[in-house]
């Protein structure tokens, strides 16, 4: 069995696009399973931020006319308008309290690496462990943490704090994570020290 035992100097805690826009129901991008994981991200953030661990929250936040210009890539085209920039959507869902020592990445995309002050920031604080949770496990969760292993991160992904739209994309992500470039384990599993 894999030890998920965490050094809490060279761990940080990803929490991905926890906010109102896919975890409440009067976000655009709605999913009963991102709410359904709310506790449980709030309860692991809190473990982890009590143990000394960092926390790095990313917001999914796309500027006006992002997609105006699009060759292929389209977002709003594929998944409607969401979580756009200014509306309240975009904010974290309550009980997430940035501390500060956290970090907070505004991405424009599905993978928080991309264009983003993010691996600089983990390099710069000594991380190689990042602890997966939030949502959507086979969008932006499987997205950032496939990129963080191809940057020789290790990433965890926590089976229980992880939302998806629909059941089979919960268990495909977990799968292919665990397959491809990572480890997947439970809330119980993981220990700071």
Known sequence: MADYSFDTDTTAIVVVDMQIGFCDPSGNMYAPGSEAVVDDVRTLVTDAQDAGARVVYTRDVHPSGQFDDAHYYDEF??????????????????G??????DHVVIKHTY?????TELDGWLRAHGIDDLIFCGTLANVCVLHTAGSAGL??????????AIGAIEPNHHEYALDHAEWLFGEVCSRADIKFV
Do not use: C, K, M
Not at 81 to 86: A, I, L, M, N
Not at 96 to 101: A, T
């Open 77 to 94: 085209e594929r998944w409607g308008e969401h979580v756009r920039e200014g509306d309240s959507e975009t904010a974290l869902v309550d």
């Open 111 to 115: 993978d928080a690496f991309y264009n």
């Open 96 to 101: 997430l309290e940035v501390r500060s020592q």
């Open 151 to 160: 940057r020789d991160y290790r990433p965890v992904l926590i089976e229980d």
